[in-house]
């Protein structure tokens, strides 16, 4: 019995290396593929260079958003630490305009001399735990950024530009200016200059 075999389901012989030629090789790649993967990788590169300079922006863009909650979180309070340093300013004035503090004197005079020191030391100590400091700038050197002149006068003492006085103290904030000191400045002697 002979089997009727359909042509079309018969596979053609194979020819030596006919095989090898309908698998595309590697080095047969298709024209300006290399060209093609360096555009590619130019256009990565370019990508992770954009990527990377995305990231520092918003590294510093964190880092200035936290820096300025810090200050706004320290700084807050200034516009009410520099009405309150008013009050310790009141407390130095009470406590200037009383009379020395004599023997004999009245105790009620004593008493409040005493009241209002306490009051003022108690008063400053809680401002400086609360970052708010004065310093007394008196015999040191001006300094236009903390001290504001009221008035220069003549001195054969003190080295011109000196703080020969201070009417008030400087007050800080955090080691910020929160109110300049009133100072008066010497200047040089109408005698001659200071040597």
Partial sequence: MTHD?????????????????????????????????AELEQSATEFKEKWLRAEAENQNLLARAKRDVDDARQYAVQKFARDVVE????????????????????????????????????????????????????????DANHHQAMAEQPSAEHTPGTVMQAWTPTWTLHGRLLKPAMVVVAKAHEGGQQG
């Fill in 5 to 37: 075999t359909d042509p079309s389901q018969v596979e053609a012989p194979v020819e030596p290396g006919q095989a090898e030629q309908s698998t595309p090789r590697q080095d047969d790649a298709a024209p300006g593929t290399d060209a093609r993967i």
């Fill in 87 to 142: 009050v310790a300013e009141n407390l130095r004035r009470a406590l200037a305009s009383l009379p020395p503090a004599q023997e004999g004197e009245d105790g009620v005079l004593s008493k409040m001399r005493e009241g209002i020191d306490s009051t003022e030391r108690s008063f400053i100590s809680i401002l400086e735990r609360h970052g708010i400091h004065c310093e007394d700038p008196a015999g040191k050197p001006f």
